[in-house]
């Protein structure tokens, strides 16, 4: 981009939290003032826009993601309004005439259902018409496969596999690959049609949590050098990591010596457990709803531990996905574990992350403050599944359910937050997700919509370990990573209304960020990254 000013809107900036304008010289935020400064700095050279009050803030960073993922959930079945097996086959039934190869679909949460009950594979093969199906649960640990996909992939006897086509574990993944098995050109335009909808959400870049599990280093590798492409469309920064298991440092060289791409870290979508919603989530005490179940660990302390300490060894960010309480407990003692053989202070600098963190008591919220390890959360699972009738409540019981997600006890305890979506389970919509965090079902674990923010933006560059301090602000000297919003409405909005009355001075001096309980969500009408274009509205800037 030129020299441009952006004029008469709002800015979101710590430099100066009642800013109107905004100077962006190439790649980099030049100035950020008032109205009446902007008048007097613009000359021939700028090019003006008119904001016509429209919001200036940082780009919004997706600390955790599924990019292919994403891209293929936009093109199969829709089944997240299905509200029961027969309104689930019925979308099958509708979709099966119009597709071809493996009927995909994406979303389907019996939890929501007034009967649980799942489609029997007799009807699921009667409703597609003998065709292959794969059905992704909305958390992703679990599928609904038709007999002719569980016949290919010979599930029969594989662990996961129910015999009337829910698979999960082991089967799971075998079905998951064998429906996923795309030519490198159906990969290409899956992975650009989640990032060019991000961009249009206002993110300029998604934390890729790729594994073996969810596809092979060659989809990541072509997924980052999709978004370092100079040429044509630019698209959001992919932030990639890859999420395998190691037990030294020498394991962990050679590994990363042969995935094809730079890597931030060895973490992300390690499984030390599953889902809560698939029932194998590991947990303490029984499935409320499943008496005598408790879920699994798929790990062991003692992998958990050397993982942490050959990452550790090396300065790099290790990780482990993490639901239950039980899947806690054996994450916290392999990081004790691991500071015992390399150091506590290697532990720190490190940088390790946990992934979701849903169940957290006190000693393991004190342990993830102690080891610095950063907590990639999502707000919008609460809004999702939290509540006294919701999943959680449903899977632990109503008094267990107020303890997850505990947004506020993590910023209590000192534990580092970043904020994502884990997209496609819940979508790409940064607003919600603030939102979501501001209005937590439980009152204690609400946070304020500026601190949300930031672990929307400046945070998420920080668990990534970016080099800029000032990646994620709108100051001078900044990167020109920026998105700009349609707003009905600006305010400070915090989780305790007693605070409301002041900070909504000018005074205090505050950034304005949009009111959330309008109804409607901002809309985007530009996105920028490091000076380029990644999307803007029809009509915008022209």
Same mark, same amino acid.
């Given at each position: 981009m030129s020299l441009t000013l952006y004029r008469n809107g709002s800015v979101y900036s710590s430099a100066d939290p009642l800013a109107t304008a905004m100077l962006v010289d190439g790649d980099v935020v030049a100035w950020v003032g008032s109205e009446h400064a902007a008048t007097s700095l613009l000359d021939s050279r700028m090019r003006e826009v008119d904001?016509?009050?429209?919001?200036?803030?940082?780009?919004?960073?997706?600390?955790?993601?599924?990019?292919?993922?994403?891209g293929l959930a936009m093109t199969s079945v829709d089944l997240s309004g299905a509200r029961s097996a027969r309104e689930l086959l019925d979308l099958v039934a509708d979709a099966a005439p119009t597709?071809?190869?493996?009927? *995909?679909?994406h979303g389907w949460d019996n939890s929501l259902w007034?009967?649980?009950?799942?489609?029997?594979?007799?009807?699921?093969?009667?409703?597609a018409g003998g065709r292959e199906v794969y059905l992704a649960?909305?958390?992703?640990h679990s599928g609904l496969v038709s007999p002719a996909l569980a016949?290919?992939?010979a599930l029969a006897g594989m662990i996961g596999w129910d015999g009337e086509g829910l698979v999960s574990g082991g089967a799971h993944a075998t079905a998951r690959d064998a429906a996923r098995d795309l030519f490198p050109e159906q990969r290409e335009s899956a992975q650009r049609k989640a990032l060019v909808h991000a961009a249009a959400n206002g993110y300029v870049a998604l934390a890729e949590m790729a594994a073996p599990h969810v596809g092979s280093p060659e989809?990541?590798?072509?997924?980052?050098? *999709?978004?370092?492409?100079?040429?044509?469309q630019a698209l959001p920064q992919v932030l990639p990591y890859w999420g395998q298991l190691v037990s030294s440092a020498e394991e962990a060289r050679a590994l990363l010596a042969t995935l094809g791409t730079d890597v931030l870290g060895l973490a992300g979508d390690i499984n030390?457990?599953?889902?809560?919603?698939s029932r194998s989530a590991f947990l303490r005490q029984p499935y409320a709803d499943a008496p005598g179940n408790y879920g699994s660990a798929q790990l062991t302390v003692e992998q958990v531990g050397d993982h942490f300490a050959a990452t550790s060894e090396l300065g790099l960010t290790g990780g482990f996905h993490v639901i239950g309480d039980g899947a806690m407990e054996i994450a916290v003692e392999g990081l004790e574990r691991a500071a015992q053989r390399v150091?506590?202070?290697?532990?720190?600098?490190?940088?390790?992350?946990?992934?979701?963190?849903e169940m957290v008591d006190a000693a393991a919220m004190d342990a993830l403050a102690k080891y610095c390890v950063t907590v990639s959360v999502q707000p919008a699972f609460d809004a999702q599944w939290g509540g006294v009738d919701g999943m959680y409540a449903r899977r632990l019981g109503v008094e267990r359910a107020k303890e997850m997600n505990p947004l506020g006890r993590f910023y209590a305890a000192g534990v580092p937050l970043c904020f994502g979506s884990d997209t496609p389970v819940s979508p790409l919509n940064p607003w919600a997700s603030v939102r979501a965090a501001l209005n937590h079902h439980e009152a204690t674990s609400r946070i304020s919509a500026r601190a949300s923010f930031i672990g929307h933006t400046r945070a998420g560059w920080r668990a990534a370990k970016n080099e800029n301090p000032f990646m994620g602000q709108l100051v001078p000297g900044a990167p020109a990573s920026f998105a700009i919003w349609d707003v009905e409405q600006l305010m400070v909005q915090v989780a305790d209304e007693r605070v409301q009355s002041w900070s909504t001075d000018p005074r205090a001096r505050t950034p304005l960020l949009p009111a959330l309980d309008t109804g409607s969500d901002p809309r985007c009408l530009q996105t920028v990254h490091q000076g380029r274009e990644l999307f803007v509205a029809d009509g915008f800037a022209l």
């Open positions: 904001l016509a009050g429209a919001l200036v803030t940082p780009g919004f960073v997706d600390s955790h993601a599924h990019i292919t993922e994403t597709s071809t190869g493996v009927l *995909l679909g007034a009967d649980a009950r799942l489609p029997l594979a007799g009807e699921l093969e009667n409703a649960r909305v958390d992703v016949r290919r992939c989809d990541l590798a072509a997924l980052v050098a *999709l978004g370092q492409v100079q040429g044509g030390i457990d599953g889902s809560l919603g150091g506590i202070d290697q532990v720190r600098a490190a940088g390790h992350r946990l992934e979701h963190a």
